[in-house]
């Protein structure tokens, strides 16, 4: 019973305060001295269990905690935090260029042996593109339905935290558009946005953020590396292999500071916004849920269908990679299962080497839907009011930046930042979205598994090589 303790005082301790907070609520009895008393009382008895616990997860969502209670009593003290925030947020700034540039050039230079597939390469690249994009505008078309970021209200929010809505066009395109009809200023306005994907300067680019940047000349890099012959080209695929290592350490280490980061963005985001946005977060979550079993049920279940794959047998080799993946919020960790289960179920095991991996770098359905959902919420928040061609432009980009990264923690993170620098949106608001992050992620990952599981059957039974008699008989171990 001891060691139970520091579940069940908390346990008990959250339960009479939800049943005060719902008195009060409700009939309005509750003084408002106890209340105060029993959410400070509930937070010390919290930190006795994520003592207890020692998980970077829990400390996580107890920091949610302790940051919107105090963002709720004392939002003056939980105004004056955001510098840890902010810090927080330049940290994983410094993570977008050198990830980003190691993790695109390792993609296709380490993949050169595609001359060798040939055909299965540019299937799978086929799939995995029309499937991220389906997803992107499933989010996208969520966001726009729920409208979950509308209803704050942004007047208490500092100018400078604020986003300059013409930011986006530099002096000398305004002059130049001065001296266009207005009618076609869309027109200008889109060929300088493709003007502006390209890098003049790549260090100037990475030390701006300049996100299309960097992945054009990556992807350009990447090609000419792969076009090398083997002697001279492994040197760089090793060095960009070990450089994408390394800042996937470099972002484990960051992700330390994640609870003081983010318990003080939510107390900043809920003192000086109010309460009111938690309802917003939920609402996100909510959105993100349901634009998934969407997805799931009207893209990839159809596709199954189509493809005359066994969906219970199927089911069952799921089972266990995903259930990996949804508790550990990594791709990464249901690896082994994924490609030991889809080969046990029926794809040749060179089909399996080839399209899982590739589709850890190229094929994140879940990811992307999240991406394309959440910037979107971000700006709802602001107050900006994105045409449905902005719209377009930031799927475009996030189409791009959210390949190869797969293996990073916290990737979407890492994009959703650099995509919100991209276009001028408010970054502290995704702050705040990183108190929710945890729950997110656990869904988002495990569409990207189910995704890339389905992705290695539809490309084994598009080579006529899937073994549908092994598909039939297969059972979980």
Known sequence: MKSKLHVLIPVILITITAILVGLEFLFGIIPHDLLFAARWITILSLVFYCLKKRSLTTWILFSIVVGAVL??????????????????????????????????????????????????????????????????????????????????????????????????????????????????????????????????????????????QIVIFAVVFGIGLAMVEEKKRKPLVDLMESLAETMFKYTNLIMYFAPIGVGAAMAYTVGHMGIEILKNLIMLLLTLYGALIVFLLGVLLPIALYMKVPIRRFIEALKEPVSIAFATTSSDAALPKVMSNMEDFGVPRRIVSFVVPTGYSFNLDGTTLYLSLASIFVAQAAGMDLSFGQQLLICLTLMITSKGVAAVPRASLIILIATADQFGLPIFIIAAILGIDELMDMARTSVNVIGNCLASVVVAKWEGEFDQEKAMNYEAE
């Open 71 to 212: 963002g709720y009593d004392y939002p003056s003290i939980a105004m004056s935090l955001h510098p840890l925030s902010q810090g927080f947020i330049r940290l994983v700034k410094t993570i977008v260029g050198p990830i980003l540039f190691a993790t695109l050039v390792y993609g296709i230079a380490g993949h050169s042996d595609l001359k060798q597939v040939g055909r299965m390469a540019w299937k799978s690249l086929l799939y995995f593109y029309c499937a991220t994009t389906i997803a992107l505008f499933i989010g996208l078309a969520s966001i726009n339905i729920t409208q979950a970021g509308k209803g704050i209200d942004i007047s208490k929010v500092p100018s400078a935290q604020l986003p300059d809505k013409a930011s986006a066009v530099s002096d000398s395109d305004k002059a130049e558009l001065e001296l266009l009809p207005e009618n076609i200023h869309w027109v200008f306005k889109t060929t300088a946005f493709f003007r502006d994907i390209f890098p003049e300067n790549i260090i100037k680019s990475i030390y701006e953020n300049k996100v299309l």
